[in-house]
Each structure stands twice: as C-alpha cells, then as structure tokens.
T-cell receptor, first 113, second 110 residues
Framework: NAGVTQTPKFQVLKTGQSMTLQCAQD?????MSWYRQDPGMGLRLIHY???????DQGEVPNGYNVSRSTTEDFPLRLLSAAPSQTSVYFC????????????FGPGTRLTVT | GESVGLHLPTLSVQEGDNSIINCAYS??????FIWYKQESGKGPQFIID?????DKRQGQRVTVLLNKTVKHLSLQIAATQPGDSAVYFC?????????FGKGNQVVVIP
C-alpha cells in the first residue's frame, strides 16, 4: 500500500490564482481530512469527509472547497489564493469507528505571493 | 514531505536518558487522546493513544499518562535515541474530530 499520497510537494501561487491540492489513499478508509500547519502551531482542520459524497467544515474552512466523489480521493481547492493561505497542507485518512488514529500524507508546502 | 516546527517549546535530552513531554488539554469531556510524532520533512505519525477510562497506557519504549483531574497528558520515552528527535503533538477528540496542540520539539544530544 502507498498509504496517503499528496501532490504536489511544493507550489508557488500568485494572489488570486486557483489550484487544487490532490490527496489519495489506498487503504479503503472512510474518513479523510485536510489540515494546515503554520509555524509554531499545531494542525488546524480545514475540511473533512466521513465518506464518499459527504463533506463538512472544520476549524478554518474559509477560502477552501472540497469534494469527495470517491472513497480514495479528497482534493482541496483554493479558488482565489491569498497570502494568508501560505502554509503546509496535510491530508489524513482513518477508518470509521472508535479509533481516531489518522494516517497522514507527506504534505504540500504552498506559498502565495 | 514537509514539517513545521519553529518557535516551539524545546526539550533537549541526552541520548539514553528518559524524555517526558507534557500537554494540557482544554475539554473535560474529551474521551480520547493521541500522541503524534512529526520528523523533519514528514507528516505526523501515530505513536500511542489512550481513552479517558484509563490513566496509563504503555507501548514500545513509550508510556502515556492521563490525569483527568488537571486535564494533563504526558508522553514518556524511555532510553531516548537520536531517531526520537522530532516534534511531538498531543491531540484530543473534540466533537468526533481531533484537535491538536501546538507541539513540543525534542532534540536528542548524542
């Protein structure tokens, strides 16, 4: 199994540009989540999904959209990038149930100028 | 892969010594806690978890202690090794979602 994969690893955008961060998992996990990580801070939840066709907002959803058309994929879209969205983005997945043990991807470093 | 760990509380520990990393949580109703390790350039990796009906759980070289009275969680690493150098995050289950702490940097001195 590849686990959780994310592309790209690095991205530089200009303010106002749009892009999609890709996330895929091959573990048949129901739950998937997107986090952002900023210097000196923990991970903050952007959006999450408990299954295909179901998404919900996390702690910091503004400026981001998600969709979950398949179990495997959970892309994160930035419709109009802003410098405040400069961050490291992590995707995670886990099985439904009592355990919240999440498996994280390697991250994407995004810089918005 | 990427990691972020600037300006974090830092614990410097001699190789072979034991490490203790502390975490205060906020929600007295939280029923589940996890410790994650994040090495430079990688995503967080699960270490150990504990439920609120327990006060101690042991893994391989790691022990998590939970004190619900003061809402405090700690991670003990026995015989710290250079590979233990990383940022460590605690997380609590809050409304069926994980809420992460800011992290603690552990630096192992050979």
């Amino acid at each position: 199994n590849a686990g959780v994969t994310q592309t790209p690893k690095f991205q530089v955008l200009k303010t106002g540009q749009s892009m999609t961060l890709q996330c895929a998992q091959d573990m048949n996990h129901e739950y998937m989540s997107w986090y952002r990580q900023d210097p000196g801070m923990g991970l903050r939840l952007i959006h999450y999904s408990v299954g295909a066709g179901i998404t919900d907002q996390g702690e910091v959803p503004n400026g981001y959209n998600v969709s979950r058309s398949t179990t495997e994929d959970f892309p994160l879209r930035l419709l109009s990038a802003a410098p405040s969205q400069t961050s490291v983005y992590f995707c995670a997945s886990n099985l439904a149930g009592d355990s919240y043990e999440q498996y994280f991807g390697p991250g994407t470093r995004l810089t918005v100028t | 892969g990427e990691s972020v760990g600037l300006h974090l509380p830092t614990l410097s520990v001699q190789e072979g010594d034991n490490s203790i990393i502390n975490c205060a949580y906020s929600n007295s109703a939280s029923d589940y806690f996890i410790w994650y390790k994040q090495e430079s350039g990688k995503g967080p990796q699960f270490i150990i978890d504990i439920r609120s009906n327990m006060d101690k759980r042991q893994g391989q070289r790691v022990t998590v202690l939970l004190n619900k009275t003061v809402k405090h969680l700690s991670l003990q690493i026995a015989a710290t090794q250079p590979g233990d150098s990383a940022v460590y995050f605690c997380a609590e289950n809050r409304n069926n979602r994980l809420a992460f702490g800011k992290g603690n940097q552990v630096v192992v001195i050979p």
